[in-house]
């Protein structure tokens, strides 16, 4: 047979071509050939013209052997190739499709993005090792359960300092809210509630890990092992127990795999994005977040299996909660100490220990039976002068066989009594 003749056929459309062949043969029906292709009465007619006219090769698609109609053009290859190397070159297919068609308007598909790359040795397969786990469902209410976090990171590169992104991801809709603060500590951790309550609302419970931010070490004081309480509480837990809302700590990074995942995300998407507008400090980068998280819940959060929310409206004194709070006993001048700042009372007041609150706007409160007391910083504390008495001066006389004896006759040996 010739090569021109050689037909490249799949086993099915060998199949096809012998039915057909019996049905042209009439020693089938129609019918009995559209049952056995699985086929319509009418596509039998049609298919069995077209052999009648073609012949065999009738029963190959049209498309077999030509480029696809969706292929693109090998220019367009090339230009995507260069815009990855020059401006994306640490991107992932995925977030790099996006941004062509965002930025450069070359809408195309992350796959064939990702299969180009692999050709031009620009990225690799990653096969990560599967451990076994076991499930959690999610909660079904929207507020039922937040998981949180912060999460230290060169979040502006080598453009800014090292900052904390301080994270919220609700647990039954994936909805995320964020803030950027120069540490992971405790007026970042009562802050990022504050807001995240402002947004939303209290939140039924927590779910984080056993960072002492959110999870004192020290043992109880006397006042905390009369209440009954087994260990001391840190500044945030005593705030959010007096709001009602629950704890739940985490044995394992694992167990709050969402804001685990959350973090690992932001960090090669959110950096990049920050990378592309030019920012480089905490304040430009919270304003841009609030329309960065906006975009990103539209995309990936979804509606809960409940459909209710959980949250609940914050209470009108919520800032006198969320604040830092410690107890000072008043010196016989009326003055006490805190964080090395020393405060003088100016009111008249019987108190002997007063209530101190440093509230997330920096203003510090010094109340007694919950009333706010008048005070001044003393700036400068008085210089505390030390009166050293003079030192008695005894001469003893020396021995005879003293080396100085020829000397100094008839002197003694000046000591100092101490």
């Not at 500590?185 to 419970?205: E, H, M, N, V, W």
């Not at 016989?332 to 700042?341: L, P, Q």
């Amino acid at each position: 047979m010739k090569e021109q003749d050689i037909i490249m056929a799949s086993s099915y459309e060998l199949q096809k071509l012998h039915i057909i062949s019996l049905f042209l043969e009439k020693k089938i029906s129609q019918s009995e050939a559209a049952g056995i292709l699985d086929l319509s009465v009418r596509q039998v007619r049609r298919i069995a013209a077209r052999v009648r006219l073609e012949g065999n090769k009738a029963v190959v698609h049209k498309l077999r052997g030509k480029p696809s109609n969706n292929k693109k053009l090998n220019y367009l290859k090339e230009k995507v190739i260069t815009l990855y190397r020059k401006k994306y070159y640490d991107f992932g297919p995925t977030l790099a499709a996006e941004k062509l068609g965002e930025l450069d308007s070359i809408n195309i598909g992350k796959e064939t993005l990702r299969t180009w790359l692999i050709e031009a040795g620009l990225h690799k397969k990653r096969r990560k090792p599967r451990l076994h786990r076991l499930h959690r469902e999610r909660k079904a209410s929207f507020g039922e359960m937040a998981q949180t976090d912060g999460s230290d990171h060169s979040w502006f590169e080598d453009r800014g300092p090292k900052s904390s992104f301080m994270g919220y991801i609700d647990d039954a809709t994936n909805t995320v809210f964020g803030r950027f603060y120069t540490h992971e500590g405790t007026i970042p951790a009562l802050d990022c509630f504050y807001r995240y309550s402002q947004k939303y609302g209290l939140p039924a419970s927590i779910y984080l890990d056993k960072h002492t931010t959110y999870r004192s070490t020290a043992r109880p004081t006397l006042e905390e092992e009369l209440g009954g309480a087994a260990t001391s509480q840190s500044q945030f837990q005593r705030a959010l127990s007096e709001l009602g809302v629950k704890i739940i700590y985490a044995n394992s990074p694992q167990a709050k795999g969402r804001i685990e995942r959350l973090f690992k995300t932001f960090q090669d998407r959110l950096v990049k994005e920050l990378r592309l507008a030019g920012i480089d400090n905490i304040d430009d980068a919270n304003i841009f977040l609030k329309g960065y998280l906006v975009l990103h819940n539209k995309k990936f959060s979804f509606k809960s299996l409940s459909g209710a929310n959980m949250h609940r409206k914050p209470p009108a004194n919520i800032k006198d909660i969320l604040c830092i709070k410690d107890n000072r006993f008043l010196k016989k001048d009326n003055t006490i100490s805190y964080c090395g700042i020393l405060y003088q009372i100016l009111e008249k007041t019987q108190a002997r220990k007063v209530n101190i609150e440093q509230h997330l706007d920096g203003n510090i409160y010094i109340k007694y039976n919950g009333k706010n007391l008048k005070y001044s910083r003393i700036e400068k504390r008085p210089k505390i002068i030390e009166i050293k008495e003079p030192k008695e001066r005894i001469y003893y006389p020396q021995k005879p066989c003293h080396p100085w004896r020829g000397k100094a006759k008839g002197r003694g040996v000046l000591v100092s009594k101490l």
